[in-house]
């Protein structure tokens, strides 16, 4: 019966090329190191049965014909009859009961009971059931073919030697160790058969005794068969680790024992015959994987077609290698490989037409998987291309001899292929900034980009434009902020271009004068384009002009007035964002003057009947206006148009004309008690080279409440320590020039806020922390060190806080005085 402890080391044997028929598995050698589960084992064996094993010749037609000899009722070949139990029998032994299951021979007396161990990697006997059968599955012998002609012994890939020579005698039970070397290197073998003939009735084998430690790879022998056409009994040998692909040296030997089974048996060779059945089978140690990076890529563009070496499979293969010989097929119309980069340890052969590369490396033994062989191929043409392997080679010798590379032995058998990798090859896309969409295009398909979201189209068309290899195509519009570019029109390098063209708004006119307008750029407005016109005054009129974008008042700039009265307005460009109104209104040209302030009523010539008409003026634009003030002895008189201080000449001040646009004026005509001043103006320091003067001002009779000094229109600062407002000069001027020039610029003015104070609290550089940096930067004034621009109010007010001890010029005392403060602040003025 079918015993599934077996079924492994069967599994083993069938793999490695030992037909069904002919080699019925020693499961005891080749179960040892089986792992796997039993179960699956048996579905193997039984799938290899069925499958067959044509390398040895056997048909399924005889497996058919034959049944296992654990218990069925065929005959073994040789034996000449049948046990009604299922037992065999050896035609040569006449003995009644199977003592050496599994080799098919018995004794004539029986000396060994059969306990052949599984797992030995043997030939042996299982344990013999009830009926004298063993328990190894035993796969009846087939038609093989019968003998190989003989060969001379140079040839013979395994030579056989004995223990004993032919001239000593052997009696029962003596034994002879029968050694089987190998006589020529094998490479990348998978498996072989080699059987040893042997006479049965004058020897046995000798259960467990399958050496082979030293031939380099495990061994397993069969259990005893018969050739079907000789009638011959034989062993057969073959590597029980089948799943490898290994080499062998020659000179690598395995050995099994036989005992005689009589007495006085000489010239022992002649009972022994080995041979090997078929040929050494090879298989692939190596695989090679194919791939291409990237797989989408564009004429013009290189791709990397990157090969790497793994094993045949993942119990199968070879850890390292040390050359290989690779051939590929590529697609010539659209790619050309760039071997450039290719250094002295490859050798590289390419053919334009045919579409091949080969390529050739030797070197270091490489661990597979640490590297990869990178072609890069430059993309010459659009569309789908092909590399494909046709030939791979790759082997692990190490260096000859004379310490040169072996390279690839040209027995290695081919690795595993791969299949083919596609590229696909598309153009280069150049898009607009903003527009997305894929950088290339793909063969055979229409290419698609979407617009940038949020785009203006309420001010803007946008016109989308699209040229194929430098010709302009027509493309789709989706309707939903996509394009499609067809794919019959894709014939070059895309490039997407948008341009936007501002819409345009209409122009009206209104007022009554809009006779006098012209429209400069038509009656169409450009969005966010500047919009000019033009309107010709009557010199006897105000104009006043005014316009509307989107029903929205919008700025107009002014231009100048030309000799014959036309000016230019221009509406801003970002103002220009809908349909625009202008407005164009004209006057007869009068200006009303209106005074106002504290000395109002010293105006001359106000004549108004009340006090909302006396204060104003309707004077003509065509003429300078020119009005007086009875500036009274003891007042200080300021006449202002805004902030503008106007200089009069004996209380006479005049308004030019082109002042008078029709828009009212107001005069502020303030005045205040003059106020006596005593002015004292002295050296300071120098910046820059340059003599700063300070100027140290004294009221005599004290300012008007809510009035302060100013030099100029600037205020000037106070100085509570001093008791006396002060201000810094640059002049080359005298000191008696300096003040004169004073006298007339420091002028008294309203407060607006608060009058500024100089403090002399430490805090010189005006960080508001009195500490040694303030004492630093006075001693950098004094020394120079700084730059100082006394226009500047924040400069103006650190050279006038440094001067520390009050003395009037700013030197290394005031640093010292800094010092003090820092030092003793109890004694420092609270800011």
Known sequence: MWNKKYAPALAILLAAGLTAGSLPVDVAAANAEQTEDVGAQEEKAKSTIEEGAGATGDSSKDKEESKSADGGDTKTAGTGKEDGKGSDKDAGTNQGDNSDAGTGTGKTESKETGTGDAGTGEAGAGESDENGSDNTTIVPPQEDGGEGAPVEESEEPFLVSYSVDDNETLNEDDSVKITITLNRNIRFCRTFQYRLYVDTDKFTYKNRSLDDKNFGRSMAITSLQTDKNTGKKYYAFAPGNAEQVLDTSKGASFSVTFTARQNGLENISQ???????GEFTKNAAYAVTLEADPTKTAVGDEVQVKTAIDKA???????????YEMTYLYDVEKLSPVLDGFGGSYETESDAETGTLTIRWKGERTTIGDDTIAVPFKIIKAGTASVELTHAKIDDRNKLEDESYAGVDPEAPEAILPEAVKIKIGYHVTKQEGYTGNDKTEPGKDYKFTEPAGLDKEHYTYKVTVTSGGTEIEIKDNGDGTYSVPADLITGELVINSTAVPKQYDVKVSGNGSGDV????????????EYNFKVKEDTDYT?????????????LSKGEKAEDGTVTYTIAADKVTGNIEINVDKQV??????FAGTGRDDVKGLTGEDETTKYIKTVPNNADFVFSVDEKDGYLYTVKIGDEVLKGENGTYTLAKDRLTGTGITVMVDKAQKVDLDITVTPYMKVNEKQIFRLTVKETNGLPEGQTLAYGTTPMYWSERDRAYTWLLCSEKSVDAIKEEAKAQIIQVEVTDTKPVITYDGDVNGTSLTDVNDAQFVYGIYNMDFTMDITKPEDMQKLLRADMNGDGVIDIKDAAAVIN??????????K
């Open 313 to 323: 499979s993942s119990g199968v293969g070879r850890e390292q290698y040390s050359a």
């Open 589 to 594: 040209k009068t200006t009303n003057i209106t």
């Open 518 to 529: 012209t429209l400069s750029t038509g009656d169409k407005a450009t969005y966010l384009l």
């Open 543 to 555: 104009y006043t002009v005014t316009a509307k974008a989107e029903e929205k008042d919008v700025p």
């Open 271 to 277: 009972y022994f015959e080995g041979t090997q059945y």
């Open 821 to 830: 403060k820092v030092m003793n602040p109890e004694t420092a003025d609270k």
